[in-house]
């Protein structure tokens, strides 16, 4: 199952480190039945977009509390293969726990904010928390953020991605 792990720029620099990583909790998010379920329509190419989105808003959360300040606040979405991925409907539709920690072998590729998102993301990670609870300012400050594409990194370009930051 591919699935969608939210992350940090020191997660990408754990995994490439140790050959492995754990994501908070074992937790990420795919294409799962319950997700399928959710929308009437749509492929799975627009339901990984699903997928990755909440997993894009999860790594805001992590941002929230990394302990690393002089890395840049961007938003990172780790992309993986795992066999044994389980669904937790109970948690969210598009919700899976990991089966353990990922290899650098079964990332597929790494999903990271631009320059231009940083203003932004920084300001959705500091109000996360009141958009959970439906302030709508704070909503929007993440919604703007959510604006912002992540781009595309093959496993092979992150250590050159870490050191250019």
Known sequence: MRVFLPATLSDVQRLLDDGQWMPLGATGF??????????????????????????????LRLLSADEEPDRPVRRVVIVAEDADATPRPDLDDAVVKVSGPIGKDAVVAVHVDGADAE???????????????????????????????????????????????
């Open 30 to 59: 795919a294409v799962t039945p319950a997700l399928r379920e959710a929308y009437t329509a749509g492929d799975d190419e627009e339901l990984a977009e699903v997928a990755m989105r909440d997993a894009a808003r999860a790594s």
């Open 119 to 165: 203003p932004a993301v920084r300001k959705a990670v500091e109000v996360i928390d009141a958009a959970d609870l439906g302030d709508e300012d704070a909503e929007l400050a993440v919604g703007d953020a959510e604006d912002h594409d992540l781009g595309w990194y093959a496993t092979q370009e992150l250590p050159f991605l870490l050191e250019l930051l």
